[in-house]
């Protein structure tokens, strides 16, 4: 079993929760991932890893309430625990040698940029950070990403935060100011990534996203995280999940990503209702 340690509501959907568990955080890097079973009849699911700390043998998690699974991991408080918390699993992303750098998040993606930034920074990397969010009350770690970075812009779609627009918007004038970048890294929903890519390309820019697909094993036998790249079959969990973002094909990723979106739903509504009936 590993113990919650802390648990923070980051926004109303999304939480952070740091765990005991000194083996992974022994040698977890930025970029790797987790992959986590609420109680022994529970499913796995992956998450990021968000953060870690050697010394103490914690692991911060970062996730967003979507499905049953994420619900119950939710109404679990400091002092319970998970019944597994395996990893670090997946390749860790590749930051060395790299001297300017554009770090791009949205929304809970955000949670997987994060880690990447503050090692960048770590390195000596000039860091220019732009995270982008539908509105002020889904931002989240505004703190963390200000003291990785040396450029740090805040977007939200309607403006009430930050600077009205798109994380494209915000990159594009980064670019047109002159900033030339050895590499952007682009995490957060499929689409994004994909406009970010669509970007960078138009200036030879090369550019990371890192995949978050349907997953299960996390070792490459289930077959279920495959991401076409450069018109090859990869698998997020060994291959990934960080990527050439221009090779990737994305279109096949947002059909992909749509497939359980109605059994997520019913899964989170199964969930909230037995927690109801638990709490009369």
Request: hydrophobic content about 40%; overall charge negative.
């Amino acid at each position: 079993m590993f113990t919650i340690l802390e648990k923070q509501a980051l926004n109303p959907t999304v939480t952070r929760m740091v765990i005991a568990a000194p083996f992974v955080a022994r040698k977890a890097e930025p970029g790797q991932f987790i992959i986590l079973r609420v109680d022994e009849e529970g499913e796995r699911i992956p998450l990021t890893v968000a953060d870690f700390d050697r010394e103490k043998g914690t692991v911060t998690i970062i996730f967003q309430i979507v499905g049953g699974t994420t619900e119950r991991l939710n109404a679990l408080n400091a002092g319970d625990a998970v019944c597994d918390f395996v990893g670090p699993l997946g390749e860790p992303s590749h930051v060395g040698g790299l001297k300017k750098v554009a770090v791009v998040g949205g929304g809970v993606g955000c949670a997987i940029a994060y880690p990447v930034a503050k090692k960048l920074h770590e390195l000596g990397a000039e860091v220019h950070s732009v995270v982008g969010f539908r509105n002020k009350d889904l931002v989240i770690l505004e703190e963390e990403f200000a003291a990785a970075s040396d450029v740090f812009k805040v977007m939200t779609d309607d403006g009430s935060y930050g600077e009205k627009g798109l994380v494209t918007d915000a990159l594009k004038a980064l670019i047109e100011e002159g900033n030339a970048y050895d590499e952007v890294i682009a995490i957060g929903p499929v689409v994004m990534m994909k406009f970010v890519s669509l970007l960078t390309k138009q200036y030879g820019i090369r550019t990371v996203v890192s995949m978050n697909p349907i997953m299960i094993d996390g070792t490459g036998m289930c077959g279920c995280c495959r991401v076409t790249v450069g018109g090859k079959m990869k698998f997020a969990c060994v291959d990934g999940p960080d990527f050439d973002g221009h090779e990737v094909d994305y279109d096949e990723l947002l059909k992909r990503a749509s497939t359980y979106k109605e059994f997520e739903a019913r899964e989170r509504e199964k969930a909230c209702n037995l927690f109801k009936k638990e709490v009369r």
